[in-house]
């Protein structure tokens, strides 16, 4: 079947939209808006769901509802649901240790020391699923606080210098998934993992 399965992690509710750990949300919204498709609630799915079609593929996309801690939850949900060959899936996702601005496609790999990440390899009880990975930077280290200064960065709204970046990236990140169905995903994945953020 000609389709793809895209979740972007990040938590629901107003007060965490602009959040730097909303990068997989803020993605696949500013897609849909291309589109003018909408998000609706599919409870079975713990998850907000909307429906593409581009250039003869179905794009399926997910907002979990289970919060990024246990993002597990939703995509077992979904994969158990569509009955998902996992190479059809895709998880877009923050990551600390990257540079802002910075993109890495990996077809597998462990948490990396990400919630949202650990969540859904123990619900699905694998490491190989494809993951694009969005640099938001490190925070600060400052001596004695540093779980407390990761939660304050994770959960900190982006700034308009660090948006000026990322909007870069989510363009980006967007064309490539457009191209799901007419560019080999080797080819996406190499165009990705070089991606300079001066180059736009």
Known sequence: MNEKYIVGLGNPGKEYKNNRHNIGFLILEQLTKKYESNFVLKNKLKSRYSELNINNLTYRLFLPNTYMNKSGEAVKAIVDWYKLDLDQL????????????????????GSGGHNGLKSI??????????RIRVGIGSPKKIRDSYNHN????????????????????????NKS????????EDSIMSELNSFNREEI
């Open 121 to 130: 390899i123990d619900n699905l009880e694998t490491q190989n699923f494809n």
């Open 150 to 173: 990761v939660i304050s960065h994770v959960l900190g709204n982006i700034s308009s210098e660090e948006k000026l970046i990322l909007d870069k990236v989510y363009l980006k990140i």
């Open 177 to 184: 998934l457009e191209q799901l169905n007419t560019k080999t």
């Open 90 to 109: 895709f998880i877009i996702v923050d990551d600390m240790d990257l540079p802002i601005g910075k993109i890495r496609f990996r077809k597998k790999g």
